[in-house]
């Protein structure tokens, strides 16, 4: 490709959406483009590394016996009433975009486990089709309040959904370690360095299931790692260990609570910030965080944790929303404290750790613009049930050894569950006959990768300040061949046009830039693009006969005779595809 | 692949919604399912079709140097107020379906002229970028009334758009060209038949356009075409030629209109039928059709035109639709006649032709369950205003030569517009500067296929009543490898699996017939199937080395060496593949 001629317009600067580097480099890039919050073109340098990363997948998912096949997105809203998943449309779980048309009211899948078990168990009759497992590469859809990360949170996205169907548990388990294992070999070929964790199923369902994470500085999610055993786990899903009994706490000594005047301070790290402003000094562990939530009876209730701590939210409880708060003007968001709950209908329940460590604490004092502190257990507040609410965090003892566990940030690559009995049990066209002739519903499982999301993450796992370094199996370009005073030197003209020729000849993807630009913004531009070889052609070069490979990654130079370049990079390259 | 593997369930029986022959046979040949009216799954074999077409337009896009990128299924309801054509939502000519989302009001794109020029020319700054054509290969969504024909007319599509601009007048045509020759190309490599005609643009809008028609009897659509010279024009856009004057029409005898019952018959063809019964005879010819439209200023408007000529809309008027009806009581579909029109709002027009036969007529009465015969111009009904009004039909004469012409039965290919400055002139994004730097709109072309609908039309014309005849460009495999009686034969077994693995190795795509079931139904799947290629491997051929090979589509049977015959069909199959 001729640069000449490509679709492509770099930018200097970084855009105002892109609040992470990958994603400003791919849109300095010309890769992507943003059309409105949350949806994105690919333009076509975006374009071919996208379907590079889709066809890595196909091979790998075909590789294990997985068949593609390609849904709609559109599905009737009667599916998702029959698996009971209408309920959850419009929580962070499960953001549907629905639609009324003129053909009924559609969803515009977000993921497709409905319409799978609907479309595809249908036509498995008999235990002799099993296993069985299909994917698709297909457009999703998801109604994110806020979406953000450029590519990472979107409202539109490339996904590669998979479903396993079987005739019991074991062969289900079977299936889902196939599929975990391709997705290994996918990560690798990605050059992604990936841990598959423990996590929590969500709006998703199952018992068992994985995320797999990139430990990332960027990323949106935790996991805890221990450092002694291989134990890894998502925050919300590490079994934390009660504290040690240690010294009984002391009681509340007499006295009543003091309050402190914090305007505009709705968070805790604000309030620290704010007291310590006017002489008072606290710690975010010294805080009790009350954070309103419906429980999964719809309850209103107040989780307690320590300050310091992510709290964690049962499976069917979610946070209050904004008609939630609005349902309930008792609850002022930022505000909230314990104390006076008793008998009000709002329940109260608290993580074992703040049991153990019954005051004084800082809280909400119930009114705006105000806080409390010398808040005691008991004293000035009760607990109605107490639990498990801490997510698991750095320091923490580990569940399954003696080790401790260090909090790692990271992105989600992927994410796999073994699904069960789930939908298979409440949809028409989960059943099956098995080899006794009895009708029963199959084992399924569910696995899925966001395609654009790959894309996002492997930009943000390689890059460096000047750019780009896409490893080569995902790289829209093998080469980027640079053509310096072509203009002024018919000599560098026709050799890096040679080159070029020659290296497309033997199958190399190169582009080449045939520009009448400086060399400044031409390495620029290379170093930007970040292909892995950049080929230089220049004056100096061509009278020795040589052209300079660089390395960009390794960021190392080398020259090779102009006469033997583009068999010997088209063998070197080759060599790594494999 | 294993057919005891694959993903499909044969059918014996068409299922209700398949209308047409050949999307009967994808849904019994387990290509196809449908979810809802309009929306349908690709099974394993039918992606497998659908992904052989994709890349053969992608080749051939690529050839002519266009660009491939992929723009999202979301855009801003914005977009296509700025363009004006959210004026044109909901009507048969741009069934946009829209939602309301978090992030604000979107459209699912029926087409992408407005994201295509917003995003891609926001990209282009300078003349030196022109020409420029880039394409995508996505999922469009169409708020159809009345999905039908299987894949032909659905809700939600996979289509092949492509978009070029260009900086002056001749270099759009040197583009359109460029695209049109490719399209051509890729119907070749489908073995399909096409004719470009002249269309009318209809809602996407600009000067010169053309349908690639596929004469098929199955078709929606009609064009017509020149017995004599190469015109061929859709019906509504064809030039009829006024009729000959000849002798002046008698006046209108004293008397007036005869009314007949006609209950339950709101057809012409039914009035006809119903009338024969009752003892009077009629033929089409002596209706006049009354057809309730809006016109370009959405007043009501009758047009009348012969009973035996279809009405053609000018650009901007529509068809009455349902609540027009109920908005205007006046006018009772089927039985509208145009007695008693003038001044009540309702405006007449009729074709030329009418004016040349001021009657007797037969019409609606404007009252439900009857005709009346005898009507007269001037002394039953006025006209408003006269025009061009009939579509182009058999036996009219050529506007360009004197031959005559023929209606022909289609379906709709593709469609290519040569945009001008519609968009470009109206939407941010659409300027350039130019060599004298001043900045002026692009000339844009839009071209579009559908990719499941290209599909279905493969399907429709090759095929025959016991299944499908796929071309191999086309074919999910090459061949269709049966063994007949492996079960009792190791011999038969081992020389079927021996030839599966050389086929395989060779790079030969081949479904592998390995079932347990009699030869019978492996016949029937084989046909129902309809790879080009059926090798069959029995006892009798094993004892004697050969393997039987018949050729589907030209029903034409051979036997090969069985040592010999993975690499002689290796080579025949890549021969013509090339």
């Known amino acids: 490709m001729r640069m000449s001629k490509l679709l492509l317009r770099t930018l200097r600067d970084a855009p105002a959406d892109a609040d992470v580097e990958g994603h400003a480099l791919l849109v300095r890039g010309g890769y992507v483009r943003r059309l409105v919050s949350g949806v994105y073109t690919f333009l076509p340098l975006g374009w071919r590394a996208l379907h590079k990363i889709e066809s890595i997948v196909r091979q ?26 209408s309920a959850f449309f419009g929580q962070d779980a499960l953001p549907a975009m629905t639609l009324q048309a003129r053909g009924g009211r559609f969803v515009l899948g977000p993921t497709h486990e409905e319409v799978c078990t609907h479309t595809v168990g249908a036509e498995i009759e008999s235990y002799r089709q099993l296993p069985l497992t299909v994917y698709q590469v297909q457009t999703k859809f998801r109604d994110e309040a806020r979406p953000r990360y450029g590519l990472l949170r979107t409202r539109e996205l490339v996904m590669c959904d998979a479903y396993s ?7 289900m388990s079977a299936s889902y370690q196939a599929a975990v294992a391709a997705y290994l070999r996918i990560f690798g070929r990605l050059s992604l360095e990936v841990v598959p964790v423990v ?11 994985h995320e797999f994470m990139v430990p990332s ?47 505009g301070c709705p968070g805790i790290a604000g309030v620290v910030a704010f007291l310590a402003e006017e002489g008072e000094s606290f710690e975010a562990a010294d805080f009790l965080k009350c954070v309103a939530v419906l429980d999964a009876d719809a309850t209103p209730t107040i989780i307690l944790v320590p300050g310091d701590r992510e709290a964690r939210l049962p499976h069917g409880w979610r946070l209050f929303e904004e008609a939630d708060f609005a349902a309930h003007p008792e609850l002022i968001r930022g505000y909230i404290g314990p104390m006076g709950r008793r008998g009000t209908g709002v329940r109260v329940v608290a993580d074992v750790s703040v049991g153990g460590r019954p005051g004084p604490w800082v809280t909400g004092s119930n009114r705006v613009d105000a806080h409390v502190s010398g808040v005691w257990l008991e004293r000035d507040f009760t607990v109605d049930e107490w639990g498990s609410f801490v997510g698991a965090g750095e320091g923490d003892r580990c569940p399954s050894c003696d080790g401790t566990l260090s909090l790692v940030r990271s992105v989600e690559a992927a994410h796999t569950f073994q699904l069960g009995l789930k939908y298979s049990s409440v949809m ?6 098995n080899e006794e002739g009895t009708e029963v519903p199959m084992w399924m499982g569910c696995y899925g990768m966001g395609m654009s999301r790959l894309l996002a993450i492997v930009a943000e796992e390689h890059h460096d300040e000047a750019g780009l370094l896409w490893p080569l199996a995902v790289s829209p370009y093998a080469v980027h061949l640079v053509a310096l005073g072509a203009g002024r030197s018919p000599a560098v003209a026709e050799a890096t046009e040679a080159l070029y020729a020659a290296l497309s000849t033997l199958g190399v993807e190169v582009l080449y830039d045939d520009r009448d630009v400086s060399p400044g913004v031409k390495f620029a531009d290379a170093d930007l693009l970040g292909f892995p070889y950049r080929v230089l052609v220049g004056g100096k070069g061509v009278a020795r006969g040589v052209a300079e490979v660089r390395q960009r990654a390794e960021g190392s130079d080398r020259e090779l005779p102009l006469a033997e370049a583009a068999a010997l990079l088209a063998t070197e390259i080759s060599a790594q595809l494999l």
């Open 217 to 263: 500085v960027v990323g949106e999610d935790h996991f805890v790692r221990c450092s002694t055993c291989d134990y890894a786990a998502n925050v919300e899903a590490a079994e934390t260990r009660p504290p040690d009994a240690g010294t009984p706490a002391p009681g509340a000594p007499p006295g009543s609570p003091v309050a402190h005047e914090t305007p």
């Open 428 to 433: 028409t066209g989960g059943t099956f006959l």
């Open 165 to 171: 169907f079987d005739a019991d548990k074991p062969a």
């Open 199 to 209: 996590a929590q199923s969500g709006a998703i369902g199952g018992d068992v299931n």
């Open 60 to 85: 790998e998912l075909d590789g294990v016996g997985m068949q593609e096949m390609l849904m709609p997105a559109l599905s009737p809203y009667e599916l998702w009433e029959e698996s009971g998943r």
